[in-house]
């Protein structure tokens, strides 16, 4: 028997309980896992405490993201007592996830936990700094270098956007990072690396099709206008990795930025990305990120504890990464 925070719907009301179950309880999979941390998401908040519509088959175990040791693999690449991690591909909203002490899974999700990485250290990360990894990547792939100029990060302070001020400094690029706080998340921005801070505001303008070429390459986490007005200020021959839509998925912009400017719009899904491009880019985490990034603000909590995180979370009340010790 195992613990795991178990939701369940009653009168299309979401409620939360731990309860001690066995491994036949568990859905199929060909990988079973011991898991060491998950992590606590503003996803998986919605998803506790039933303020989004996040799950729609019930019960399920919540958790987007989990890092721990093989217990038992009918696939022959793990083995028992391998090291691994997994983000994205649903689990935790229509497949059980990593709020549970073990969790049955395919082989395909996982990737061997790098060497240089913790669980725990894996959990900081989490899938927010995968997908900020996949947009570094895919900058790089552009062959966009440090020389060519200065790379903008919209929503800078976020889960992604701050990872991606990190990843980017680390390999000498100089950023520009754009936050709706100023003075409350400047100071760690520039601490994370960004030489430049950007108000949003600045961004939220409107904007003509093509403006002052300033950006050799963005990472942008928001979408919709504030995306028009990176594409409008790009150089010519440059790239942007988009990977969010919390503006909205409009993009009131027009072919100019693509065709006068030859600019690069990369879409980054951390779902859909080929198991060679995710290994590689946990390879790449553990090589680039600094100490100094997993000792930043960092709560580490247990299970019983999460249904009160998830309430705190949706409520704009936790500062920094929510872990949670399986």
Not at 51 to 75: E, T, W, Y
Not at 128 to 140: I, K
Not at 234 to 247: E, H, K, P, R, T
Request: charged share 20%; with cysteine; proline share 5%.
């Amino acid at each position: 028997m195992f613990n795991a925070l178990i939701l369940n719907q009653e009168d299309k009301k979401t409620f939360a309980t731990i309860e001690q179950i066995d491994e036949s309880q568990l859905p199929e999979g060909d990988v079973l896992v011991a898991v060491d941390y998950s992590s606590l998401n503003y996803k998986d908040g919605l998803a506790i405490t039933g303020k989004g519509k996040i799950i729609r088959n019930f019960p399920m175990v919540p958790g987007i993201d989990l890092a721990g040791q093989v217990l038992h693999s009918d696939d022959p690449r793990y083995q028992a007592g391998d090291s691994v991690v997994l983000t994205g591909w649903g689990v935790g909203e229509n497949h059980w996830g990593g709020m549970a002490q073990k969790a049955s899974l395919k082989a395909d999700w996982l990737v061997p936990l790098p060497q240089g990485l913790t669980p725990k250290q894996a959990m900081i990360v989490g899938t927010a700094g995968f997908t900020a990894m996949l947009c570094v990547q895919a900058l790089l792939d552009a062959d966009i270098k440090p020389e060519d100029g200065s790379i903008l990060v919209t929503g800078a302070s976020g889960g992604v956007g701050s990872v991606a001020v990190t990843l980017l400094s680390q390999l000498g690029y100089k950023v520009a990072a754009v936050t709706g706080r100023v003075e409350q998340n400047g100071p760690l921005l520039e601490k994370l690396g960004a030489s430049q801070i950007i108000d949003r505001c600045e961004f939220e303008e409107p904007s003509r099709p093509l403006e002052k070429q300033i950006w050799a390459g963005a990472v942008d986490t928001v979408g919709s206008k504030v995306l028009a007005k990176v594409l409008s200020q790009m150089d010519y021959d440059s790239a942007v990795a988009a990977c969010g839509l919390a503006g909205g998925f409009d993009l009131p912009t027009t072919v100019m930025p693509f065709i006068l400017r030859n600019v690069r719009l990369q879409g980054i899904d951390s779902v859909n990305c080929p198991q060679d491009r995710r290994i590689a880019a946990w390879k790449k985490i553990a090589e680039l990120l600094p100490a100094s990034y997993f000792e930043q603000a960092c709560t580490e909590i247990t299970l019983d504890e999460a249904p009160q995180y998830a309430e705190d979370i949706t409520n704009g009340q936790t500062t920094g990464r929510v872990v949670i010790k399986l």
